[in-house]
């Protein structure tokens, strides 16, 4: 779709169209909360679907705006409201609860997650993305490296 040459013997593509929720923003000029705008963004992605559309989502952190219990919950319905559509995609979450939609949901929902190693005091990333969901904690360890805690 670039105009780039395809080095294959066969290739098929089949274009859909990207809608994401990812580095939203509030406005005060506009009265709109940061929630406000995340539910505006997923309403247009929802309506998109409705049409009949076929869409590839990408999500990051859904619904950051709210109490724990509240965004699991919503997330939870949100992706089960996806499965009625067609659209694919990815979503980006620190809930490992969320992960549980792979049992409830099988063949429809697969985790995926990068690991991290704790190595003489140092963090790295390997960048390898593996099935399954991510169990290193590395946020406490990065507070104490940095004097925040």
């Not at 089949?14 to 940061?34: F, G, L, N």
């Not at 309506?47 to 952190?61: H, P, T």
């Amino acid at each position: 779709m670039a105009g780039a040459p395809v080095c294959a013997s066969r290739f098929r593509c089949h274009p859909v169209r990207i809608m994401t929720s990812m580095r939203i923003k509030d406005s005060i000029a506009r009265h709109t909360s940061y929630f406000q705008a995340e539910l505006q963004r997923l309403q247009r992605i929802i309506g998109v679907l409705k049409s009949g559309e076929e869409v590839f989502i990408i999500l990051d952190e859904i619904l950051k705006g709210t109490n724990s219990e509240d965004k699991l919950t919503g997330s939870r319905e949100l992706v089960k409201h996806f499965l009625q559509y067609r659209c694919a995609g990815m979503i980006a979450t620190h809930d490992l609860e969320l992960g549980a939609l792979e049992t409830e949901c099988p063949g429809k929902v697969r985790n995926y997650c990068f690991e991290s190693s704790l190595e003489n005091g140092t963090l790295h990333f390997d960048y390898t993305m593996r099935p399954g969901i991510a169990r290193n904690k590395n946020a406490t360890f990065l507070m104490r490296q940095m004097g925040i805690i």
